[in-house]
């Protein structure tokens, strides 16, 4: 729910906080911009690393009829979304100037391009870290447990299985199931 930012000897320097950051999932950093997910929020927020101040702020949740409503809007203002979680937005990248967003129940990749948003591509649900690449979206396929290449229709191209392990080879067993599992 905030950043925290070090020296390069891992000393605390200090903290930046919104009231729009919950939950971060992921964040992307790209030129002097630092661009976070906001989950609880379905949002997207963008902070200035130079000033440390939050300067833009994209929230994408589903309505009634599962559609995904976009707005802009003013990441320090009091007219930010209520907390919600609704697309469970999971990860950012930014390439181009194009900001790319993908979220466990939104079915797509969402590039968002001069303040305004639009399909880049379809995915199945269950994905994390989507991202363009060679013409289509690479994605961890969480719910098939494999790295798999989309066309931009979602239809998958090739797979990577993700690895199993036997039990005594597991380290850290002691996790909560809902912490980590098998081949996520």
């Excluded at 995915?123 to 994605?139: D, E, I, K, M, W």
């Excluded at 239809?155 to 993700?162: D, E, F, G, K, M």
């Amino acid at each position: 729910d905030e950043i925290f930012v070090f020296d390069r000897e891992f000393r605390k320097l200090r903290s930046i906080r919104s009231p729009y950051l919950k939950l971060c999932h992921e964040i992307c950093i790209a030129g002097d911009r630092l661009y976070l997910t906001s989950t609880r929020f379905d949002s997207i927020l963008v902070c200035d690393l130079a000033t440390g101040r939050f300067v833009a702020a994209y929230c994408l949740k589903l309505d009634a009829e599962r559609r995904i409503q976009f707005r802009a809007y003013d990441p320090e203002g009091p007219d930010g979304p209520a907390l919600a979680d609704t697309t469970h937005i999971n990860n950012v990248r930014v390439e181009d100037d194009v900001i790319y967003v993908g979220g466990l129940h939104m079915n797509r990749l969402i590039a968002i391009r001069d303040g305004q948003a639009s399909a880049h591509a379809r995915l199945p649900r269950l994905t994390h870290n989507a991202r363009p690449f060679r013409g289509g979206v690479l994605a961890n396929f969480t719910g098939a447990d494999c790295i798999a290449w989309f066309d931009l229709d979602g239809a998958v191209r090739s797979t990577i299985a993700v690895p199993r392990y036997a039990p005594e080879q597991m380290t850290h067993t002691d996790l909560p199931a809902d912490f980590a599992r098998q081949a996520f």
